[in-house]
């Protein structure tokens, strides 16, 4: 980090934070994808359990207050619980971490702008990739990821609390 003479190299003080602050975005952006594919296939597994206990199981009914509910709707309660609380996570704790990432980027990227080295444009990329994907996009497409299967399972337990009920083969 010092030259000869002990003078800062400032230059390559801001290459190696340029280089933290992308690994920091890469790092968060992998937890992300971590967290909702493993997340939503948690809970997509918790409907198959749903759908499964109905095959298996059609006349299995629980009494709350009064009123009866298949056993699936329970199952597809708890999936819709735990999916509210991946995307509470996901919104308010890895998705403000990446944006954080990005907005330190950003910065770096406006106070070196048109910043070059033997003829090479440096630093740019996370405004360009920023411009691309703005921040209400990202936030469109997190709403639209969680949204289908909490959809699913919102009509499931729709169907499964009003609709559903198992006929009884009449006696002759």
């Known amino acids: 980090m010092c ?6 190299d400032r230059t ?7 280089k933290t602050v992308i690994e920091t975005q890469i790092h968060f952006n992998e937890m992300i994808i971590r967290a909702r594919t493993t997340g939503v296939s948690v809970v997509m597994a918790v409907y198959g359990a749903a759908a499964l206990s109905i095959g298996q199981y059609p ?3 629980i009494n709350i207050s009064g009123s009866q509910f298949h056993v699936s709707a329970a199952i597809i309660l708890f999936g ?3 999916l509210a609380g991946i995307f ?6 890895y998705y403000r971490l990446l944006l954080g990432a990005v907005e330190r980027g ?3 990227d406006k106070a070196f702008q048109g910043y070059t080295i033997g003829g090479t444009t440096l630093f740019g990329m996370t405004t360009l990739i920023s411009k691309k994907v703005s921040k209400r996009r990202a936030t469109i497409c997190l709403f639209i990821f969680y949204g289908i299967p909490l959809l699913i399972g919102i009509l499931s337990f729709i169907y499964l609390s009003c609709f559903y009920c ?3 083969p009449s006696r002759v």
Request: hydrophobic share 45%; aromatic share 20%; with cysteine.
């Open 3 to 8: 030259q000869e003479g002990g003078t800062f």
């Open 12 to 18: 390559q003080f801001l290459i190696e934070e340029w």
């Open 59 to 61: 006349g299995k009914f």
């Open 80 to 82: 819709i619980s735990l």
């Open 88 to 93: 509470c996570m996901d919104l308010f704790y």
């Open 106 to 108: 950003e910065q770096i």
């Open 166 to 168: 198992v006929e009884v």
